[in-house]
């Protein structure tokens, strides 16, 4: 019966990493690796939330175009106007006469004025390259945030999956620890062993039952994590694969092509594009600028004897900027002084990044090594097992022994599952270390989000409040 009992518990992982274990009442269907990204990739709120911060970005175009437009303003007056004048006359050769005019009169009027600027040095195209580059930026920033969230995805789903298999694990050896419980007490009431044997073979039980209730914590609380990061509440799961076949071949092809395509790096790169448009956009403060103002005003009423009075005018106005108090100065050297930082955490992305890849080779090169290493103390296990249980049974062998050996033979199964855990996850973390943990790449079956379609869909916007989706 013991034997059969450590037979289940052998197979014990294999069970629970190709069914999983149910967490919504009812459900047939399993859960995979893929399934599990789409539903991220769709659901997950931190994602979205930066999807509409690349969407808000957008706007930052039309923003700058509108100074390559007019500016026109209405305004209209309308009112009761009193009026008390003393008016002198000082005829020649006779003593000034003196007149008094009082009344009162209704005055209104409208106007518009149109303002055009011809050239205020080029800041206005400065600050539109400047607000493109904020939005490729910003697109590398959410590739940045996507390969953030499906490796996080990843990393729920595969510990769900690994903690669910150490939870079946711990159940059956509280099964195989109950038998032995069981067994020993037998031998017990026939005089073979002694009560020191029982207690310890109660000691076993109750910390088997333990890591029960542990394992138990571990589940629960990694579902949660599932549901945060993935957005649905996780069914029964299917064993995880790597993704290996994805990554460069070697490691020098994985740096190459992490420092020169990795978001990280290229959103740096856009935000030191970002800050030499800052520099310019500083520098046309100190340039003249240009302009040209149509007006025209029509007013009713204006005084008790004018009835009438429309004007109109056109007028270029050309400011000339000689000394400001100093701000246009500082500006354009803490432009320069930002340009330079800039520069400084590009090359810091792309060291973190190269650091980040040689890292993740090596933990994948490790969790390779790892699954061989476990699984040949998982074998090794097994046979001193079957044979502290022999040698037990022939009086060569105590109660602990066997309850040690059991232990041994659990810790080295859990280490493995772990171990092939860890495999997955860090084939995952290779991928996103170079840049390449994305839906196209991985062949996910989920509609791609663009950025690009609600950008068309602004940037030459004259007028409107509505957004593109009807807000």
């Known amino acids: 019966m013991l034997r059969r009992r450590a037979g289940e518990l052998a197979v014990g992982f294999a069970v629970a990493a190709i069914v999983g274990t149910a967490w919504t009442g009812g459900q047939a269907w399993a859960d995979t690796l893929e399934s599990a990204l789409?539903?991220?990739?769709?659901?997950?709120?931190?994602?979205?939330?930066?999807?509409a911060g690349v969407r808000a970005t957008d706007e930052n175009v039309p923003v700058a175009l509108s100074?390559?437009?007019?500016?026109?303003?209405?305004?209209?007056?309308?009112?009761?106007?009193?009026?008390?004048?003393?008016?002198?006359?000082?005829?020649?050769?006779?003593?000034p006469s003196y007149f008094t005019q009082n009344g009162n009169n209704a005055t209104y009027g409208v106007g518009a004025t149109i303002t055009q600027t011809i050239f205020n040095g080029f800041q206005t195209a400065n600050r539109t390259r400047q607000a493109e580059a904020q939005v490729l930026s910003a697109r590398e920033t959410l590739r940045v945030a996507e390969q953030t969230v499906l490796l996080n995805a990843v990393t729920a789903y595969m510990n769900l999956l690994r903690d669910t298999a150490i939870l079946d694990l711990q159940r059956r050896n509280v099964e195989v620890l109950q038998e032995q419980l069981r067994q020993t007490r037998d031998r017990f009431n026939v005089g073979e062993v002694t009560r020191t044997d029982v207690a310890q073979s109660e000691s076993s039980l109750a910390a088997g039952r333990s890591q029960v209730l542990l394992a138990q914590s571990n589940v629960a609380t990694d579902a949660a994590i599932y549901r945060q990061v993935i957005g649905t509440v996780p069914g029964k799961l299917a064993a995880g694969t790597p993704v290996d076949r994805f990554s460069p071949q070697n490691l020098n092809a994985a740096v190459g092509l992490a420092t020169a395509t990795h978001p990280s790096v290229?959103?740096?790169?856009?935000?030191?594009?970002?800050?030499?448009?800052?520099?310019?956009?500083?520098?046309?403060?100190?340039?003249?600028?240009?302009?040209v103002q149509g007006n025209y005003q029509k007013s009713l009423g204006t005084s008790l004897t004018t009835l009438d009075t429309s004007t109109a005018s056109v007028l270029g106005q050309l400011t000339v900027p000689i000394y400001q108090g100093g701000a246009e100065?500082?500006?354009?050297?803490?432009?320069?002084?930002?340009?330079?930082?800039?520069?400084?955490?590009?090359?810091?992305?792309?060291?973190?990044?190269?650091?980040?890849?040689?890292?993740?080779?090596?933990?994948?090169?490790?969790?390779?090594?790892?699954?061989?290493?476990?699984?040949?103390?998982?074998?090794?296990?097994e046979i001193?097992?079957?044979?502290?249980?022999?040698?037990?049974?022939?009086?060569?062998?105590?109660?602990?022994?066997?309850?040690?050996a059991q232990q041994t033979l659990v810790n080295a199964r859990v280490s493995l599952v772990s171990a092939q855990r860890d495999r997955v996850v860090a084939s995952y973390t290779l991928l996103s270390a170079v840049g390449r943990l994305m839906p196209p790449v991985l062949g996910l079956h989920v509609p791609i989000y663009s950025s690009m379609v609600h950008y068309q869909q602004v940037r030459d916007s004259w007028a409107g409040v509505r957004t593109?989706?009807?807000?």
């Open 38 to 51: 789409v539903q991220a990739y769709q659901n997950n709120p931190t994602l979205n939330s930066q999807r």
């Open 67 to 95: 100074g390559y437009r007019p500016r026109v303003t209405v305004n209209a007056f309308g009112g009761e106007q009193i009026t008390s004048a003393i008016t002198r006359s000082l005829p020649s050769g006779l003593p």
């Open 266 to 291: 290229t959103s740096a790169q856009y935000n030191v594009d970002i800050a030499q448009q800052a520099v310019k956009v500083a520098e046309g403060a100190l340039y003249p600028t240009l302009s």
């Open 329 to 381: 100065y500082a500006l354009v050297r803490q432009a320069k002084e930002t340009l330079g930082q800039n520069r400084l955490n590009f090359d810091v992305a792309r060291d973190q990044v190269r650091q980040f890849v040689a890292q993740s080779w090596g933990q994948l090169d490790a969790a390779k090594a790892n699954i061989d290493a476990t699984t040949a103390q998982v074998q090794a296990s």
């Open 384 to 404: 001193a097992l079957n044979g502290v249980r022999e040698e037990a049974r022939v009086g060569q062998r105590t109660t602990f022994d066997v309850l040690t």
């Open 468 to 471: 593109p989706d009807g807000r």
